[in-house]
């Protein structure tokens, strides 16, 4: 398998597939690279190189104790990309991958960089703060957290096959492949990695960031995500940023890259062509 070592010694796996301009795809929370199939197969297609990794204690890279924090996570990505040497790279993220190509970007500058779009992405911040009063409740990560060590296997089936990709909704037609998917993809992961991450997703506030960002980036999220309510992280990272470009998707999930990836593919496409 593809892997790389990062300075702190840990193993960190990628795919590298095709040739042209790279598109590098940040996975999120608790999955893999496995997460971005249909945009991996639907972009090597249309002539792109795709890179994607697991981010350190998910998927194939190593399930160290430490560094489940966005500088490592971020510090990851930048290591995988100067290993690969990577020029004119597009960063995509979903979810907690948003958020780490936004600090990715910020910390590492974007003289490998092109263009970004983040997808039902965490930023600018999820838990609620005297700043932040839109926020969700700490106690709701603190719930998270409970659930995940008393029952992973469990908790990772119930996430998917209700709120992650809008099945709980009325009318919802939902996959078990999907579910199931969503559920070995979480299992493959370390569970104090798991843990962590959801102190690193909820609690780092990306303001700054996304205010030192100059590269054109497009803001993805539906106004039905359960997971990351739109009205507190969308439209107000595309304010913050210097060239974001907000789409709102009526109705869309926190999955939306899987239950709607053909409207996703078209859409980020389009952007990157532009």
Not at 35 to 55: E, K, N, P, S, T
Not at 104 to 124: D, N, Q
Not at 187 to 207: C, E, W
Not at 218 to 246: E, R
């Amino acid at each position: 398998m593809p892997t790389i070592t990062t300075k702190d010694g840990v193993e960190i796996f990628y795919k590298d597939w095709g040739s042209g301009q790279p598109i590098v795809f940040s996975h999120g929370w608790p999955l893999s690279s496995d997460d971005w199939d249909a945009q991996m197969l639907f972009f090597v297609g249309h002539g792109f190189r795709v890179v994607a990794h697991d981010r350190r204690g998910h998927g194939r890279s190593a399930q160290v104790a430490d560094g489940h924090d966005m500088d490592h996570y971020a510090d990851d990505l930048a290591a995988v990309t100067a290993h690969l040497d990577l020029k004119n790279a597009v960063h995509v993220g979903h979810s907690t991958g948003g958020g780490e190509v936004v600090h990715y970007i910020a910390r590492h500058g974007e003289s490998r960089v092109a263009k970004a779009a983040i997808l039902s992405a965490v930023p600018p911040l999820m838990v609620q703060t005297a700043n932040n009063p839109g926020g969700l409740p700490k106690s709701v990560f603190d719930g998270l957290q409970a659930q995940l060590a008393a029952n992973r296997s469990q908790f990772y089936r119930d996430l998917p096959a209700g709120p992650f990709y809008g099945y709980n909704r009325p009318g919802a037609k939902s996959s078990e492949a999907v579910i199931q998917n969503w559920w070995r993809q979480g299992m493959m992961g370390g569970a104090k990695a798991h843990y962590d991450g959801i102190v690193a997703f909820s609690q780092t506030d990306f303001t700054e960031d996304l205010k030192k960002i100059n590269v054109p980036v497009l803001v993805m999220h539906g106004d039905d995500d359960q997971i990351v309510p739109y009205a507190d992280s969308a439209p107000l990272s595309a304010k913050l940023l210097k060239n974001g470009t907000l789409k709102t998707y009526k109705g869309f999930p926190h999955g939306m890259p899987t239950t709607e990836a053909e409207t996703i593919n078209a859409d980020l496409l389009a952007f990157i062509k532009g």
